[in-house]
């Protein structure tokens, strides 16, 4: 280290400020709670499938899957864990046996109480799913329903620390340069806090494509002396999480900022695919959020009615083709 400052090789530290640093601390903390609420989710998923058999169905594919069976009825479609009619009964009711033996009365009150709506819907729903589900013995489905009960307890305490770490950035925010990435269409809060996490110091890099390739965006390179050949894959360097939040940003931004959606629709029609589309988009959203970080000055719109109105056509085209992408493979996978 100190031959290379010696040489005038060495880069001076940059410290984080105090906002900043909370910052980054509570994204690394809000990610870590992420992936052990995926991990919970693994847990809880066939847990659920094993105890409560078929409350959760997704129709349009069991449709798909099962032409010749009459359609199930099941509690919830999609999304188990983040519907209160489930919640509910993973919270005060893990075991099915407890369901058939409440009156409807101790079930309606039991529902308005902690959701304050239940109807007579609901209720038929949660009757005619009990009424056909074929259930583990009782001497198995009790242990199996207080352990389905301790995992969505510690699910649901990890759900309130994200949104508690979420609610701590958003005062933060004000306070550092990323306070203009929210103006951004199609960005927010905690668009402007991960990217700010992801760079760290905005001071240390000179232009935008450093913080591209600070993330593993940049193209490996093959090859010695003045212009090395590029072999075209990601290094893949940088920190995932930052990445992935680039990426997301990209999209985001591509379906609500008409310069960005044509640089998306431009990547796509030249035979990119919606990935790599994506990732051109996400490169020039990199340049905008540097530059207004950098300068610290607002964002200014360079959306045109012309722009609006050329993203609006050509982003009904790309649907129209993405959808018939989707038919031709879905119909080549049935004739397989």
């Not at 109807?119 to 207080?146: C, F, M």
């Not at 306070?179 to 668009?191: E, S, V």
């Not at 996490?197 to 090859?223: K, L, M, N, T």
């Not at 959606?261 to 490169?283: N, P, Y």
Request: charge should be positive.
């Amino acid at each position: 280290m100190l031959d290379l400052m010696l040489r005038g090789l060495g880069q001076p530290a940059f410290l984080l400020s105090g906002s900043e640093l909370l910052i980054r601390q509570e994204v690394g903390f809000i990610r870590a709670q992420s992936r052990l609420l995926e991990h919970l989710e693994r847990q809880l998923r066939p847990q659920l499938d094993r105890l409560w058999p078929g409350a959760v169905v997704n129709l349009p594919q069991f449709r798909q899957g099962h032409q010749q069976l009459p359609l199930p009825t099941p509690i919830v479609r999609t999304r188990p864990l983040q519907r209160d009619r489930l919640r509910v009964l993973l919270r005060h009711c893990p075991n099915p046996y407890d369901l058939r033996a409440m009156s409807d009365e101790h079930l309606l009150a039991l529902y308005r109480q902690h959701v304050r709506r239940c109807g007579s819907q609901t209720l038929a729903i949660l009757r005619t799913w009990a009424d056909h589900a074929v259930l583990l013995p009782p001497e198995v489905a009790s242990p199996l329903a207080e352990q389905l009960q301790r995992l969505f307890q510690q699910y649901v305490a990890t759900e309130t620390l994200i949104e508690e770490g979420r609610g701590r950035l958003i005062p933060l925010l004000p306070h550092t340069t990323a306070r203009h990435l929210p103006a951004i269409p199609g960005l927010g809060d905690m668009d402007a806090a991960a990217y700010l996490a992801g760079v760290g110091a905005i001071q240390r890099f000179d232009r935008a494509a450093q913080v591209w390739a600070f993330a593993g965006y940049d193209p490996i390179s093959d090859g010695s002396g003045d212009r090395p050949e590029r072999v075209g894959h990601l290094s893949k360097h940088g920190d995932p999480a930052f990445r992935d939040a680039l990426y997301q940003m990209g999209y985001r931004v591509a379906q609500n900022y008409a310069p960005v959606s044509i640089t998306f629709l431009d990547a796509f029609e030249r035979g990119k695919c919606e990935v790599e589309a994506t990732i051109h988009a996400a490169h020039r959203v990199n340049r905008i959020c540097f530059h207004l970080m950098k300068m610290d000055e607002p964002f200014e719109s360079r959306a045109t009615a012309q722009l609006e109105g050329e993203r609006a056509r050509r982003w009904r085209q790309f649907k129209a083709e993405k959808e018939g992408c989707g038919k031709r493979r879905s119909r080549g996978k049935r004739r397989r």
